[in-house]
């Protein structure tokens, strides 16, 4: 009975918020005056400013699973919190649909902007199309959205590129002289890979241009969906096939970490050595455990402030990068070491 | 007090959540249409006669018209607009910048609510002007007063709700008769991919880059919903001639469908459909309601009488609570097998149709997990895993009940892992209310 009565009360309380409620009056939102310095007058009714609360920002990020993209979220709110503005952070699970759900959901709730990381680069599209239409602004951060005919207002995203030609440095560095047989783990999926492999690839190929011995060679690009087991079953592979393998590229750390299992498990953690990319907690720890030699890190604490930094911009009207690449920086044992973040 | 659980529990939980729902998003509404446009520019017209007046709105069609009806009603009583700014912030402060070095006056900048949050339009912005530009010294920002509404009872909210369950509730419509014959059907998830892909495919080969024709569209869209028919059938033959458990063929299935998905999309990545007719059958509305709502009712209307008016119907059932005595009456029992699994693969297929209208890409990662949710609300409908039992209105409510929580949860900002273990305690009270109703709980 009492929860019966709860829901009537409940239906009341609403009621009798819809008879009280539809307005058509016209609020004074701000007043500025040359004689007087009282900013706010409403016109009647009560008054709408609130100079804390500034509105929301909707982020639909790629996956909550994965903590570069929690970190994205976490420094995205941060920052937003001292111009005023709140973030709600939804887990967008890797799916179009899910995502497209929730960019209508900031729509409904007249979000100031919206911020996601496209769970694909075309299908993404109409949603982005929706905001576009409704007038919100649309920023992409980390992955980019290529969908015909949607607006992107700013992108914050890795100079992937540049970073792939670190890895490509660093692998040079650890095979020294030597040179030898390289194998790729890529993730060809996502676009920020295939620079990454192409970055590489350029750094590797200029190398081995004026070089008659020491060259290092790509001997084979498998698919390690970016995974731990999908890179330790791509890496098993390998080695039967390519027993002589002395260097790994990774195209982020997880499958990096997948890759050195299945050496582990083939007894040749000696022989082959892991570049990856990321720069996550875990790939960090195993720089500095000397599993993986290096990382070209990226810096998802700066991705998420400069996003909204560049959203407070477009609101106040003023100028800002409308496509931000933050350069990676190539992290190895000694920067391990130092680092107070690892035990 | 069974009775009124089973036949009513489900409405009434919907009815429950909604309300819930309406009453947790109670919040402040912005209106901006055409009648609050007139009604500010009377206010303005009344209260300061003389004022020289900017308009500024977003560059959207909805505050365009906004903009155009405080313009038209500002005009009739002999105020002449300075300007209408449909932009972006950076646009508004190039505006005013442009009135102040000119000295024009301003005395009124008339917006709407999302405008009126943008800093441009905030008092230390206007300062800031005001001290530059002498003619920008005294001047406020008028807007439509809020009123008070669910935000989860707003029109665009509800379509919302509307358009995501479309398709989810129309291959559950084929999943509650599959379960109900005590089957399941775990393979609609990647035959929905499948078919999205297939559809895509065709388009492209038949119309290369260029814009489809409308029967090069009925065409595509048809062959991948009949190859679907055709999978589900299969399916069937082999649950019912090699009398094989229906979860590991359609498991099998789901994996074979997903691998030829890939093959067709020749990878992982989606294939483009450029044509805006293709695009129109999910994403058009007619009469102001989206097209795959009304899709979805016409076959809800279609497979209630079906089941509930139909020897067909009756064979259904009858297959699932006792299949042996239904053979023994007659009942063309492996023929109905066939059947319902034909039509689930049917509307798997156009589920996937519907998505790759959606969002104009066949996609072969599309429906990934979605057997789940669509097997979810078969049972949070109230059908019985155990087969005879159910009735496809309960289903609908049951994928409504879903959608309602998964939306209001966003609405009212209840993080991820919250509403995951929010929707699995759900499914679990579902099964319970299904073992309640069947008096099979014993202490």
Known sequence: MFKRQRQWASLALFLAALGCSRGSGVDVSVSVSSNSNTTTAPAHGGGEVSKKQQGIIGFSALTLTNPFFKIIAENMAEEAAKHGYEVIVDDANRDVKTQSEQIDTYITRGAAAIVINPCDRLSIGPAIKKANEAGIPVFTSDLQCVAEGAKITGHVGTDNFGGGKLAGEAMIEVLGEAGGKVLVLHFEQAQSCVLRVDGFREVIDAYNKDRESGKIEIVAQLDGGGLRDEGFKATSAAIQSDPDITGIFAINDPSALGAYAALEQAGKVSQVKIVAFDGQLDGKQAIKEGKIYADPIQFPDRMGQITVQNIVKYLNGEDFEQVTLIPTELYRKSDADKDPELK | MQKFVSQYGVVF??????????????????PSDAATGRNLAEFISKQHPTASVLIVVRDSDDDRAYAASIQQTLEAANIKPLDVVAGEPRDIVGELRRLGTAGTKLDIIATQHASAQWAVLGETKLKELAAEFPSLSNVQVLKPSSYTWPTFLTRGNLLSIGNQVAVTAIIAIAMTMVIITAGIDLSVGSLMALSGVLAAWTIHRMAGDGDPGMMTLAFACSAAVLLSALIGLLTGVMVTAFDIPAFIVTLAVMRIARGMAYKVAD???????????????????????????????????????????????????AVGGNPEAARLSGVPVKRVLLFVYAICGALAGLGGV?????????????????????????????????????????????????????????LTKVDSYTQMIVFGTLILIAVLLDQLKSKRWKF
């Open chain 2, 354 to 410: 519907m998505e790759a209208s959606l969002f104009s890409v066949g996609n072969p990662n599309s429906g990934v997990g979605y057997e789940l949710q669509i097997i979810a609300a078969v049972v949070v409908g109230g059908t019985s895993l155990m087969g005879g039992k159910g009735k496809v209105l309960g289903t609908l409510i049951g994928a409504l009940i879903l959608a309602v929580i998964s939306n209001g949860m966003y």
């Open chain 2, 13 to 30: 939980v919907l009815v429950l959540l909604c309300a819930y729902y309406s009453f947790a998003t109670l919040n402040p509404q912005q």
């Open chain 2, 267 to 317: 990878g992982p990545s989606p294939i483009g459909i450029e044509s805006e007719a293709f695009h129109s059958l999910s994403a058009g509305t007619m009469f102001g309601i989206p097209n795959p709502v009304i899709l979805m009712v016409v076959l809800y209307v279609f497979s209630y009488i079906l089941m509930s008016h139909t020897a067909l119907g009756r064979y259904i059932y």
